[in-house]
DNA sequence: AACGCTTAGATCACGGTGTGAATTTACCCT
DNA sequence: AGGGTAAATTCACACCGTGATCTAAGCGTT
């Protein structure tokens, strides 16, 4: 409402440290010398900015460089320990929380499985607080680690996450029977997790959406979208750099564009969605009508058989169609630079459908968005979830220049 | 890719320029006592700003309001005429060249017809430079303005303006046969415009969007689409209160979304368009298929037509449904606040599809980002294309703080 | 008419910022 | 050991926003 928060100048300090900050992380080590014209900075400020890092002990040195004749430069790099990242992977089936250092590197990994057994395939959202809270402090006792060097958590969730509210993050997921569930707030609640802890709760699908920016195939676009195709479909979208949230943060739900008006059932309960077309469940179903059978017991195992069946060519070659059709529609409505086709069935069928797919999208999409458009596979399994949740305080820990818990908490309360 | 242009004190200054002037060109007079908490500022930068900004003349005062007991406040306003803008409509038949002063009052308007003729359609672009140029010095000697006022020229245009290329704005129009017409560049060649003049150019449809966001339904939302139903069907999208553009300002080609994979064929070559079901040429076609006929010569007449048969109801309604999808993929994918149903057909066909329309798109929605979504009808008509076009040096002068045209080219070059 | 009261707006010392030239540092080569 | 060279630091300068203090401009009362 009242802008950008730039108003004294401490901040265009600040700003200045999230630059320095930002360019050292993702482009390695740097000297002074190479950062002034990078970050449009002067050589004394660079100086000054930097000194002040080193100090707080968010940089630290990297050797240096020969340079014929002079002084050599120092190269300047994050301190991967200055700070550490929790990931946390709120799955249908398990919790898994990782913890990182700041260049997400991982230190410990814990897997629980959760309780199943709630009535209609619910499950308890105090269970999963429980979970998360009790791997946050098993993870930090393994990797030796205190909690006030944590800068942050990040959790991904399925279902969508809507933090427009007052009371934080509030979570719907259909898949799970989650309606409104307050898991900011319950995790807020004392004696769960370290108080004042810094929470990132997002969509799944979006955290891995991140993480194929941030590591994988979408590095160093502006306007991407990552589609993320497992059992239902789902898309993360970048623009201009940052995720777009809409107004309830549940923008990109790309699953349930319509490509056929009045056609097949989805499980959303509309007709024709792109969801109910090219969905492993979606899929698998067609494969059944159609008189094909497998014999794995989970979807994945069902997909690859149905990838092995000679028969499957024509069902295949009609999913291509409508995944290039729905990936037209991004392109038309988003005119991104790259579209990357991630999620555990996208990566499976990606080798067999990505050239038919990229036809059919050529086919449906206008000329000029789509010479603009590259689509590609994505290159990060589903365990980048965690990764990608991780990423949620690391890039607040990097726009606030690194500011330290205590002063943002201070600064906040 | 060096980030916000915030580096050093001065621009400090510019930021709260740009803050104070913009709320109060939005948010009518206020007094500099007002002014601080609604921009954040403390008193002494107030005055100080104000007062920079008076002496530039940006500022006037506007009477004064009693404030029981103590000295009165004096309101301060932008004062209207201290720079003006042009907005200039390249339509498909003509150029319509306005001239507006800061509050955007008109203040002179000059049609010039586009001489016809030309094989297939096309006109040459040389000849849209030259309306453009004489219109603009007609403007100006009928509302006796110099044109050293003028903060900028906006040109909206129909067909994709594509600003990422290094010689300016490219336009890509299909239905008036331009093909990469390098119009920014053709516009600042030596003789045309007065040099140095700033140029803002962008989609005709897109400009009636900015107008409709900034005077009409959209007023007020962060997140928002402005659908723009005509011959064809476009979107506007602005996404946290900006135009969203994409990699090559080509996003939101809304017609041509896919709503029915293998379904009728669309002027753009692909099947199954939005467009080719909704927009007012398909519509016709469509009724002309069912056995319609109509006597008007143009589009507009016989949609009237069309919309006053009796025998049009279930065309209407299957209208209704596919608008309906449409609009529920625009839920889906940006999970706006408002959507706006705007064009000269979409205000035609309002009145009498906007119910089915609505009860559609909750049909083909997800529930939740539907709920955060009001669709409404547009208030402007396509006249407000050029005060739209001016809308877009007008964004440029407040964001800039009313940063004089002679500084910005010193800045610049 | 004079005085006090109240509130709006201006002024100013202060701490803080980036700039860019001058200076210091650190290493190589002769 | 001394000169050359390039990196990094230092520092005077011009600015900025803050917030307390001061001045301006009305009103109500005496």
Redesign the interface.
Known sequence: M???R????RD?RR??RA?VLSKLYFDGPLSRQELGP????SSGSISNVVAELVADGLLEEAGSVDSDGGRPRTLLRVAPGSGHLVGVDVGETRVRVELFDLALSELARVDAPLPDGRPGGKYDAQDVVRLIAAGLTRVLREADVEPGSIVGVGIGVPG?V?ASGPSGAVV?GQTIGWDAVPLEAMLRAPGELPPELPLFIDNGAKTLGRAEMWFGAGRGA??AVITLIGSGVGAC?I?DGVP???????????G???????GRECR?????CLEAYVGAEALLERWREAGGSWTSPDEEGALAELLDDPSTGQLLDETA??LG??I??LV??????RIVVGGWAGLLLGPRLIDPVRRAAA????R??FA?TTVELGRLGTDAVTVGAATLPLARFLETGGARRERIVSGAS
Chains 1, 2 share one sequence.
Not at 6 to 9: E, I, L, N, Q
Not at 38 to 41: E, P, Q, R, V
Not at 332 to 337: A, D, I, T, Y
């Open positions: 009242a802008g950008p730039r108003r004294t100048v265009l700003n200045n630059t990078l970050t449009a900075l969508i809507d719907h502006r306007n979208v623009a777009y949230q809409g107004s309830s943060s549940s923008a990109g739900e790309w349930h564009t319509v490509l056929r008006v009045g959303c309960g509309a007709r024709g169609e409508f059709a729905g037209a529609d038309n409505l988003f005119n991104p630079e086919a449906y999409a206008l000029h968005p603009q």
